[in-house]
């Protein structure tokens, strides 16, 4: 499941019409209406404000607006195209600025789903994961083998280079087994707590 920790804005034009999707994180239910009034702060002169959001682990919160727009034409399909992103905990709301020239009912399915589809494509993604840590000392010399070991395995929450270098480490993967052959280098390793982290997430390649 992917979540989003910024707001995110991305405008399309159809038709003469101006479609500006807006993804808005969210903590707790509240926010929902919380971030619909401030869309309409964002954009004051707006013809519609429709949305849809996720909440949960589970989707167990689903939401959606047509905003004055025919019925399921608006919130239904941005919705939807939430759901294939498998995303939770954010609202999308799309502006609408009507152009003069009817869309119809299809044609208003496609613009909204369009414009949630690319303000979803530009916004950066994390993952949340439970991951084991540790505290790391070692001297100067060790530090080029600890990147490279690192590298792409780890999340590095803290560098520290005084008269010691101290790596907080988050491990991806429960096995820390890639320390065994340098441990021995090691001024000192401590466990940190288990912690739920933040992870930008990447497109898994096969």
Known sequence: MKYIKDIQTHQIIIDKSIFIGILFPLYEIDDIKKNIAKAKEMFPKASHYCSASLFGE?????????????????????????????????????????????????????????????????????????????????????IQTMDQLIESITYVKEKMFLEHVTYQLYFKEKNVSIFDDIKHQFISIHPLDEKTLWIPYTTKKE
């Open 58 to 142: 589970g989707l167990e919160h689903a939401t959606s607006s047509d905003d004055g727009e025919p019925s399921r034409t608006a919130g239904i399909p941005i919705l939807e195209v939430l759901r294939h992103h498998d995303v939770t905990n954010l609202l999308c709301v799309v502006v609408r600025f009507y152009g003069g020239t009817k869309l119809g009912a299809g044609g208003l399915i496609r613009a909204y789903s369009k414009a949630t589809s690319e303000v979803l494509n530009i916004q950066k993604f994390y993952e949340k994961k439970e991951m084991k840590g540790f505290e790391i000392v070692f001297d100067y010399p060790l």
